[in-house]
Structures are given as structure tokens and as C-alpha cells.
Nanobody, 125 residues
């Protein structure tokens, strides 16, 4: 049974930093990603990484501020979040895909097979 366990959420003031981690229990994934969701809104793709090669993509609103990385040896996904803004407040979810690597639809939640339980990130102004 695949388990994705997120950690590292919390509260921070605007301009601050947080680091999220997602530990995967088993399997090798073609892609791992971070999504976020606020109440009454669709889940938004934040960043994705191709685990073979390390290519990354980001949604425009976080480019230059967030960095996604994957530790292959520990099968752990991370998200370094800097210069945080109140609009970054959301529940952040880790997602993983098995099989063929994702294409242009990396931010579509249906592209991923497994999800973590989510971790709250709150940024105050």
C-alpha cells in the first residue's frame, strides 16, 4: 500500500519561509508534485518534478519563490517556499504518479495516482 506523508506545514508571516516534505513508503514514481487547495476552490498544481532527470515545472504565481526537489535515495519530495504571501495560504498536498511520465497536463489532478493527507500552510500579512 502506497503512503505519502506530508510534514512541515505551519504558520508564518508574509515574507517568511517554510519547507514541506513528503515521504513515500514504497515504489518509484515517474512524477511527484505539490498541489494546494483553499475552501470552495479547485485543487491547484503548484510544482512538479520528473524523478528521472529532475526536470521541474511551476505554476506562474510561485516561480522564483518555490523550489521543488526529490531525494531519490530517501524517496522524499520537498518544497522550499520563500517570500511567502498571504495568497499562498492553503492546504498543500503531495501527489505521485506511476507509469509513463506526465506530459503537458502536469497540473491536472487526474494525472496522479496517489495523494497525501495534506498539510496546512498559513501566511499572515
Amino acid at each position: 500500500q502506497v503512503q505519502l506523508v506530508e510534514s512541515g506545514g505551519g504558520s508564518v508571516q508574509a515574507g517568511g519561509s517554510l519547507r514541506l516534505a513528503c515521504a513515500a513508503s514504497k515504489y518509484t514514481f515517474s512524477n511527484m508534485a505539490w498541489f494546494r487547495q483553499i475552501p470552495e476552490a479547485a485543487r491547484e498544481g503548484v510544482a512538479v518534478i520528473w524523478t528521472d532527470g529532475g526536470s521541474t515545472r511551476y505554476t506562474d504565481s510561485v516561480k522564483g519563490r518555490f523550489t521543488i526537489s526529490h531525494d531519490n535515495a530517501k524517496n522524499t519530495l520537498r518544497l522550499e517556499m520563500n517570500s511567502l504571501k498571504p495568497e499562498d495560504t492553503a492546504i498543500y498536498y503531495c501527489a505521485a504518479r506511476r507509469g509513463a511520465p506526465v506530459g503537458g497536463n502536469w497540473s491536472d489532478r487526474s494525472s496522479y495516482n496517489y495523494w497525501g493527507q495534506g498539510t496546512q500552510v498559513t501566511v499572515s500579512s
